[in-house]
């Protein structure tokens, strides 16, 4: 089964930018869709950005656009989320993800049910 490692996180400052990292541990993982998802204390893991097999397509959520950018390098088995004008509501453990049910597919989901293979999180905070 693939393994998914996030690095990257630490804590920043308002108006910051920070990159996170995701390493898989196959190259199979080229064939799926793969996202960023986040949680913050006593909150639901919500969606942030995912990207599509061939890194062609991306979604992000409404809070992120403009500031997150998800890309991929599947040579390298890479996924990457830059993050700029980094703010406190940003702060959260942040989750790499890949669905591993649908090979090849067009369409990235956004519902964390979507995905089944997960990584351990690494965690971003931003003071004010």
């Known amino acids: 089964q693939v393994q998914l490692v996030e690095s990257g996180g630490k804590l920043v400052q308002t108006g910051d930018s920070l990159r996170l990292s995701c390493v898989a541990s196959?190259?199979?993982?080229?064939?799926?869709?793969m996202a960023w998802f986040r949680q913050a204390p006593g909150k639901e893991r919500d969606f942030v950005a995912g990207i599509s097999p061939g890194g062609i397509s991306s979604v992000y959520a409404d809070s992120v656009k403009g500031r997150f950018t998800i890309t991929r390098d599947n040579a390298k088995n890479t996924l990457t989320l830059q993050m700029n004008s980094l703010k406190p509501e940003d702060s959260a453990v942040y989750y790499c993800a890949m669905d591993s049910n649908s090979p090849f597919t067009r369409v990235v989901p956004n519902s964390q049910e979507a995905y089944n293979t997960w990584g351990q999180g690494t965690q971003v905070t931003v003071a004010p």
């Open positions: 196959a190259r199979t993982s080229s064939r799926y869709s």
